[in-house]
């Protein structure tokens, strides 16, 4: 019997309560908090990803949408839109539960946690001398 390894989004589809910190250039002070909620809902073989969060008390709302599994190049393609017209192409990774989500010079590791209901995610950029470091650390709660 061959076992299928193609991964898959199961993990990630649902609703969640978002909570977290965005970190100034030092990669260590809070500028920002991060508070609202994720929805990732199936659309046959594509997640539809909606974001609607208040980062440092401005509302923000995001849909993305991941699409299948491309095994060509071993990635999950994305695409996103925010409120601000701002478009964003970046690929996803999984293995063993661990998700990577890269996205220009920014790149996030998300883990989903054993019994399915919260994740963490930790994004990185660049800083000023171009070192990535800690930009964003969030924290999700599976709700329902």
């Keep these: 019997m061959q076992v299928n390894r193609t991964p898959t989004t199961t993990a990630l589809i649902g609703r969640w309560r978002t909570e977290g910190e965005v970190l100034g250039d030092d990669g260590q002070t809070v500028v920002a908090t991060v508070r609202g909620s994720d929805v990732y809902e199936e659309l046959g073989p594509t997640v539809v990803h909606h974001v ?3 980062v440092g008390g401005r509302r923000t709302r995001a849909l993305e949408v991941i ?3 491309d095994a060509a ?7 996103a839109y925010d409120d601000q017209g701002g478009v964003e192409d970046a690929t996803a990774t999984v293995r063993d539960g661990e998700w990577t989500f ?3 010079p920014a790149s996030a590791t998300l883990r989903v946690a054993e019994d399915g209901a919260s994740m963490s995610a930790r994004w990185t950029r660049p800083g000023p001398d171009g070192v ?4 964003m650390e969030l924290r ?3 709700v329902g």
Excluded: H, L
């Design 52 to 54: 609607d969060v208040v």
């Design 67 to 69: 699409e299948p599994y």
């Design 73 to 79: 190049r071993g990635v999950f393609p994305t695409r």
């Design 102 to 104: 890269s996205a220009g």
């Design 132 to 135: 990535p470091r800690p930009w």
């Design 140 to 142: 999700f709660t599976r």
